[in-house]
Nanobody, 124 residues
Framework: QVQLVESGGGLVQPGGSLRLSCAAS????????MGWYRQAPGKQRDLVAT???????NYADSVKGRFTISRDNAKNTVYLQMNSLKPEDTAVYYC??????????????????WGQGTLVTVSS
């Protein structure tokens, strides 16, 4: 019913920037919180940043001052602007959303919708 599709990953040198995008599609009624998580090889998936429907944000300490999360509610899209990238930022980045969808006029809440992930590699 609801899908999240990330884009914007790739290879970047240390100190560089990337912008990730995540678009939600389907029979969406509303989207509550959206967020970005990341998983480095051999490690658990960790929170990077979240944003509520009204724009309140939360960041992991490791990315504060370097990453900025934003969203366009009209496009059902969340972004992650990543600046001053470090090799330790290398990971698969996943989009997450709390979505209310509509099916046959009945609302369904999907609290944990995940995208497929996009790889970010920071290396010289």
């Amino acid at each position: 019913q609801v899908q999240l599709v990330e884009s914007g990953g790739g290879l970047v040198q240390p100190g560089g920037s990337l912008r990730l995008s995540c678009a939600a599609s389907g029979s969406i009624f509303s989207i509550n919180a959206m967020g970005w998580y990341r998983q480095a090889p051999g490690k658990q998936r960790d929170l990077v940043a979240t944003i509520t429907s009204v724009g309140n944000t939360n960041y992991a300490d490791s990315v504060k001052g370097r990453f900025t999360i934003s969203r366009d509610n009209a496009k059902n899209t969340v972004y992650l602007q990543m600046n001053s990238l470090k090799p330790e930022d290398t990971a698969v980045y996943y989009c997450n959303a709390d979505v209310t969808a509509i099916a046959a006029s009945v609302p369904y809440r999907y609290r944990e919708v995940w995208g497929q992930g996009t790889l970010v590699t920071v290396s010289s």
